[in-house]
């Protein structure tokens, strides 16, 4: 089940696919920003973000966060080469990550 707080970020704050009421299904970006970050932190770590992902980081989110996804059970429109842009949480998880690794 999401949390109110992180769905505020991560979902409306980030996601086209947002619709209010699903809150039972959580992306993999979702679960992973949720077990790693408080929502005061993740609010601060991400004052500075870019809208769009570059999608440099992609094979490092898709072996270590994706594979949990909910919605690849399904079909996951990005994944799957629909041109279909990623999860809201993707590119929060691409920046965070980018971020974090040495240049």
Same mark, same amino acid.
């Given at each position: 089940?999401?949390?109110?707080? &992180?769905? !505020?970020? $991560?979902?409306?704050?980030?996601?086209?696919?947002?619709?209010?009421?699903?809150?039972?299904?959580?992306?993999?970006? %979702?679960?992973?920003?949720?077990?790693?970050?408080?929502?005061?932190?993740? /609010? *601060?770590?991400?004052?500075?973000?870019?809208? *769009?992902?570059?999608? *440099?980081?992609?094979? &490092? /989110?898709?072996?270590?966060?994706?594979?949990?996804?909910?919605?690849?059970?399904?079909?996951?429109? &990005?994944?799957?080469?629909?041109? *279909?842009?990623?999860?809201? #949480? %993707? $590119?929060? $998880? !691409?920046?965070?990550?980018?971020?974090?690794?040495? #240049?």
């Amino acid at each position: 089940m999401k949390q109110k707080e &992180y769905t !505020e970020i $991560v979902c409306r704050g980030f996601c086209r696919f947002y619709k209010e009421g699903k809150e039972e299904l959580q992306c993999g970006t %979702y679960l992973f920003l949720r077990e790693k970050l408080l929502p005061a932190d993740l /609010i *601060s770590a991400i004052t500075d973000i870019q809208e *769009s992902p570059d999608f *440099s980081m992609d094979g &490092y /989110i898709r072996e270590h966060i994706c594979n949990r996804c909910d919605f690849l059970v399904d079909g996951c429109g &990005y994944r799957d080469d629909e041109d *279909s842009p990623p999860c809201g #949480g %993707y $590119v929060i $998880v !691409e920046y965070l990550v980018k971020k974090a690794m040495p #240049g």
